[in-house]
């Protein structure tokens, strides 16, 4: 490709609109135009890319035994309704009437358009198992549409479906789309992790999410620094030590402590370590007011805390919901003789002679020990996991790092196929639910995840694999009939070899087509300069490392291809 001929509208300044690096780069780097707010063209450069990635996602689904079809992107809503989904996906369906007044959805999603073509084509046994997928555009209203193609409404996703007789079954297929997606995220070149996940409104009984790890990320997630492990912050199990022993229990002492309200404030009051305190938060779980124990240096995590009590809703009390709760002003919450339902984080359960709330204005209580002086029975990992915690896996160290979620696998179990009634027969001739999965991967995040992971201040570093052209030619010898004539035969004949490249054949100055070179991330650069006519030798440069060498015209075909290998 040559740039003379390709519309690839870079920019010099950080567009204001773009708040996260991938953003900022697709608009200086050309990728894509906005059309509306969530809505893109995806332009020459990075459709390159985005194709890229389809190669891959595409190769490894067929390799894992799964077929390609593609599905209507307008779905009629008797299909949502028989799922039991049009009312229950809320606004980010996006619903209309065509002109025969019958109500349409564009497809987020597409479990129904799929069960209905399962319930129709399979009957027996003998058909199974199946899994049929397509690469095609999607429409989520986002309430917040954001970062470019990160969280777009109109976006490109590879969704697929499995169909098997069984749970058994079910777990194999499972299985095979786990494998292909390590392929596949190992093949992109990207660092990533894979974590258990929550299984949010699609239902199902468990699920596996692609995290990219990157600098910014919707999700926070822990992984280790030795092992695979890996979870998402919200749900990594917190590991204790073994139980030392404990000391002697002291006796319990109120001590008045005037004003004293904060953990820091109490500490230095006590001459004691937020360690040996126990703090008392007060949360609104579905409006009801609940007291949960955490240690004084420690954060608490509410997604754990929600999950264990059931709850839809959950939120920190405020001072007046603390004191209409409980009788006690905040600041001085204690476990001792609590009006309120009292759970506990299990670390606090092996504290001895700690400091709490005496549910008195202006007092605590020192020396308090479970359970002598009170007891709570609701005892569970409530809090969030620090890098100072083990690897819940090896009991090696971890850290927290910043992820983006690519793909996302689903087993569905027989929801959809029960309530739209998709049935086969088995062997002994009786009718049961198809079993399914269902298996995503964002393949136009993915792009932008892979910058946000690989860039520097000059521009995108692109993993070879996800690159659109490897390489770029520099001819920086236009007004030059020797050099001009050797760029364009280094073109043609790495062209000829097999290799993607790309020739910056425009009249600019060097100091641009470097800096644009850069900007675009192609992995390597070759520079025809003045120098060639010396020695006939062209200047290789990789974006990564920015190491340099000159090579030789003719040994430049085996450099290239070693690099990339
Ligand atoms: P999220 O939590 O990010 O909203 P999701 O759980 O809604 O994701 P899925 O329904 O599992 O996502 O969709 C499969 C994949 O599609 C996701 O893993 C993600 O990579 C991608 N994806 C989802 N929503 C968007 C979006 N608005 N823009 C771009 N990619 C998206
Ligand atoms: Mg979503």
Known sequence: ?????????????????????????????????????????????????????????????????????????????????????????????????????????????????????????????????????????????????????????????????????????AEVSYRKMYTAYNRIFERCGLEFRCVEADSGTIGGSFSHEYMVLAETGEDTIAVCNECSWAANLEKAKVTLPEDDAKPVQQELVKIETPGKRKVPAVCEFLKIEPEQLIKTLVYLADGEAVALLLRGDREAEEIKLKNYLGVNEIRLADDKEIFDATGVPSGYLGPVDIKIRLLADQEVVSMANSAVGANEKNFHLQNVNIPRDFEVSDIADFRQLTENDPCPECGESLRLVEGIE???????????????????????????????????????????????????????????????????????????????????????????????????????????????????????????????????KVEVRTRRDGRTDEIAVQELVSYITAFIA
């Open 1 to 169: 490709m040559r740039y003379s001929e390709i519309l690839i509208p870079t920019l010099k300044e950080v567009p204001a609109e773009a708040e996260v690096v991938s953003h900022q780069l697709m608009l200086r780097a050309g990728f894509i135009k906005k059309l509306t707010s969530g809505i893109y063209t995806y332009l020459p450069y990075g459709l390159a890319a985005i194709r890229r990635v389809e190669t891959i996602v595409r190769e490894e689904m067929n390799r894992a035994g799964a077929q390609e079809l593609m599905m209507p992107m307008v779905q009629p809503a008797d299909l949502w309704q028989e799922s039991g989904r049009y009312e229950k996906y809320g606004p980010e369906l996006l619903r209309f009437k065509d002109r025969h007044d019958r109500e349409s959805c564009l497809g987020p999603t597409h479990e129904e358009v799929i069960t209905d073509i399962a319930r129709r084509h399979f009957h027996s046994y003998r058909d199974l198992p199946v899994n049929l997928y397509q690469i095609q555009t999607k429409f989520r209203d986002e309430i917040r549409p954001r970062f470019g193609l990160m969280r777009g409404r109109e976006f490109i996703m590879k969704d697929a479906y499995s169909f098997d007789v069984s749970d058994e079954a």
């Open 406 to 536: 690519v793909g996302h696998i689903f087993k569905l179990g027989t929801a959809y196929s029960e309530s739209m009634k998709a049935y086969f027969q088995d062997g002994d001739g009786n009718e049961l639910p198809l079993v399914m999965g269902c298996y995503g991967i964002g393949v136009s995040r993915v792009v932008a995840a892979a910058i946000e992971q690989n860039h520097d201040d000059s521009g995108i570093i692109f993993p070879v694999p996800l690159a659109p052209y490897q390489l770029t030619v520099l001819n920086l010898g236009l007004s030059d009939p020797e050099v001009n004539e050797a760029a364009e035969k280094i073109y043609s004949d790495l062209t000829d070899a097999g290799l993607d490249v790309f020739l910056d054949d425009r009249d600019e100055r060097p100091g641009v087509k470097f800096k644009d070179a850069d900007l675009l991330g192609f992995p390597l650069r070759v520079t025809v300069g003045k120098r060639f006519k010396e020695n006939a």
